[in-house]
């Protein structure tokens, strides 16, 4: 895989403030790979996904250089945003359907009835029962997970080839966090897209991503091959986030269990 | 000995025209130093559950009975005092907090309201619990806004713990907190069950934190609860098509499977 984005020395200040938020990034994103960012509070990942989306609010200091080999990308054309909060990124008082079409009407060219037919297209590939129903809805009549769905068909109407989602499913429950997952893989491989998705949850991201990038303090601590790092984690801040990683298999802190 | 016996609650909610049912005939007991983990997905109703147990919100219909008192019969200030004996910690502490407050006046509180100790002692007290929550004694001076989230985390359970409850009621009390410092925090909840005899009802969507701290898990799903035992049996052999659910939805580190084989 060649690299659709070659990122150095990236580093990102915000306005009013002293310290980075990010600084001395160096990574790779390769086309076509899943590239999970993981980190704490405070790690500098979700700054990464805006300065990559060029999505940083105004006047952030932006040091170092992104070399795209596609060319300059716009964001919403040709990379794809999903927000944590569906609820803060759709907008209430348009209809799932106007959202939906907005993107890929702006950057298609399709008329209002195209767009209309792309989002329903959307909603069917993003699993949303009764998609023409949807079409009408408004999100404060969706649940959290569906609103998900919808900010997810929002983001991919206008084909982009890269899709950054921002801890897309830390604001929902763990059975519709598990749905989203597997919805955005299942995407990402039909449509041949990148997938950069930033988590805090080193399983989750286990689970489908083929490279890792930890981030901590701002910094990039470790890279490399999902299943490299978790076996033979070079940081000592990975080994620490594999360690406090609990699943059903670890034993619990109660005594008296039984397990 | 059983410390809370909760029969048949119903709650109903109208919301834009429909009406909701939360809680649909539910049925639960749990003794002194136990701990009952409520799992549910969004919308089950297990907040529902421990805002009613909690007296935030009235139940319809059912029982409560806590340390053998009909606990929704109770009013004014007869449950002001009583509430001492049932705290309770949520995810988002600083909602729960006055932003102007102190650490030191936010754990005193309940020290002043039930009478714990005699006035002259309660900041000796307020820094005792904030040792035993892992924070130096001075951070009573500071503001509950300049303290981090995981901080305020332990300050919510130092005041849970302050007027010495027998019964904790934990809403997704460590949901938004990072792996290390939920860690940290669970081993604390758990230290402090085997000290003092608390019993805790955990509520959360996330059943690996459950399987860590509950000797009893209950499913919840659409107001009801579809399934209950020893947490080892639940987490084993789920039954429900909601806890299987639950059950398939925990992340497992891939390519770490040998880590936990022992």
Known sequence: MTALCEIRQLAVTYRGETMPALKGIDLDILGGERLAIIGESGSGKSTFARALAGLLPDGAAVAGSLRWSTGQPRAGRDIGFVFQDPSASLNPVLTVGEQVAEGARRHLGLSRRQGEARALEMLERVHIPDPAKALHAFPHQLSGGQRQRVAIAAALAARPGLLIADEPTSALDMVVQAEIVTLLDELVREGGMTLVFVTHDIALASGFADRVAIFRDGMLVETGATGTVLAKPQAAYTAALIASHRDLATPPLIREAGR | MTLLDVKNLDKRYASGGRVVTALDGVSLTLSAGETLGLAGASGSGKSTLARVLTRLVPADAGTVHFGGEDWLALSGGELRRRRAGMQMVFQDVLGAFNPRATVGSVIEDPLRIHDIVPKAERGREVAM????????????????????????????????????????????????????????????????????????????????????????????????????????????????????ALVGAVPRLIGQEDRNAV
């Open chain 2, 129 to 244: 619990l904030l040792d035993r929550v892992g924070l130096p004694a001075a951070y009573a001076a500071r503001s509950i806004r300049d303290v981090s989230g995981g901080q305020r985390q332990r300050i919510a359970i130092a005041r849970a713990i302050a007027s010495r409850p027998a019964l904790i009621v934990l809403d997704e009390a460590v949901s938004a907190l990072d792996v290390s410092l939920r860690e940290k925090v669970l081993e604390l909840l758990v230290a402090l069950q085997e000290e003092r005899g608390i019993a805790y009802l955990f509520v959360s969507h996330d059943l690996a934190v459950l399987a860590a701290v509950s000797h009893r898990i209950a499913i919840m799903d659409a107001g009801r609860i579809v399934e209950s035992g020893p947490a080892a049996e639940v987490i084993g052999n789920p039954k429900s098509p909601a806890a299987r």
